[in-house]
């Protein structure tokens, strides 16, 4: 376990930076001392939501005296930016814009942080895998997702994922492995899954090996990213079809084997045995790189025996409207782990959920400690972005266009105008608006400033910027 601290301070707001950061350290507990009275926060999981969390709480406006001491807990050293992994491949951005370590990030708060992997949640404390435990009064679940192989023999131990930085850096490895063993011979490489990620993903390879690649995407479903909007997912298909990426709809796969390479599963050919559904035709495919990203689960399924609190069959921990776990006082849950859990409601497992949720949990854990009331959560679509290579993006914007106003704009100049800049307004659903698609290089500028926005510092927002700059070939301010 590595535990770092924030310099960061606060006056008006209650506490200081030195008291903040007061740690007592025993044989087995890390305890966040709390004789004065002050509020222990815990937030496990250093993704979207619980990284968020902990910068909320640490910049809203506290009662003097009353400030609570947050730590943020996750296995990890660096925070992934899981959107922008796509562009670490096609080398459009750096790892400090992608994955900034986490002292970097909190060190202008007085948020702690402590590198180490959860093992179980007892007594009012965290129990980490090598021992030591956090105490808390309030705590924060945020640990995200993982990989689902529903069960495929092989996935785990013949198929790469890419859900973290670390992902994106061994995909680099094995890259760059299967090109000195192909000796100039295009890799082939097999994406399983058909959503979001795999689409991306496919586009991004593409990008990457300039085409000089055999790449095949399966997936389950009739069509790509099925619950895509429509202009969105006719974008994709159009750059995947561009790029020559085969497509298998309607198709499962059963299993994953190698063939020759090296005890630890490194190198040979992967071999896939898939099975259409519509027909139930069998196949056997090979590749040298395959790729999972067929679906993820919540991460707390795995710690079902030693986290104490009530999860729905698809693994979700059961919260109320505010987010507060049931049967819970003090504990909230969000992000990966909570989209599925909520009373009456089924959220994607998204990074714009995540970064509402942080809002609300940060607010309500605020409201609780100062005895004010509650919010529920409210959740706000703003729509989809996705990238599609290195200069090119797709943008979905839930603006509802009447389709009368809609067939006046295809049919007139405007509409010629628009589609020069890469924006369509889509009608489907028997007539009904299915809203505005930004594509191409418009779309991957627009992807690529909302992320920015979106980034957790301002301190970081800067960090990008000058990484652009540099690309861009922008000196930087010159320093004495």
Known sequence: MRATSGSGGSSGSGGTASTTRA???????????????????????????????????????????????????DQNDRFSFKPLLYDVLTESATSDEVAPLYSSMLAPYSVSFVQGTVCGIEGGQVVLQDGEKISYDWLVMALGAKTNSFGVPGVEEYALQFSVYEDAVRLQEELKRVAEEKK???????????GYAGVELAAALSDRLAGACQIRLVTSGGDIMEPAPYGQRQAARNVLDSDGVSVMCNTIVERIQIAGGDEDGSGGKRIIQAKRLDDGTKDVLEADIVLWTAGQVPAVKEYSNSIPFPTDDYGSIKTDRTL???????????????????????L???????????????????????KKPLLNFQYQHLGEMMSLGSTKGAVSLPIPVPPPISAAIKQGPLGDVLKAVGVSVNTTFGGASDGITIEGPFGALVRRAAYLYRQPTDEQKVQVIRSWAKKAGIPGPKTN
């Open 23 to 73: 740690v007592h350290e025993s044989a087995d507990t890390m305890a966040y001392e709390s004789s004065d009275g002050v509020p222990r926060i815990c937030v496990v999981g250093g993704g979207f939501g619980g990284l968020y969390t902990a910068i909320k709480l640490e910049q809203l406006m506290w009662p003097r005296g009353v400030k609570p001491r947050v730590v943020l807990v």
């Open 184 to 194: 100039g011979k295009f890799p082939e490489i097999c994406i399983v899954g058909g």
């Open 324 to 346: 507060k776990v049931v049967g819970t006082e003090t504990v909230f849950a969000l992000g990966d782990v909570a989209v599925r859990g909520m009373d009456g409601m089924h």
């Open 348 to 370: 994607p497992a998204t990074a714009q959920v995540a970064f509402q949720q942080a809002d609300y949990v940060a607010w309500n854990i605020w409201s609780s400690i100062n």
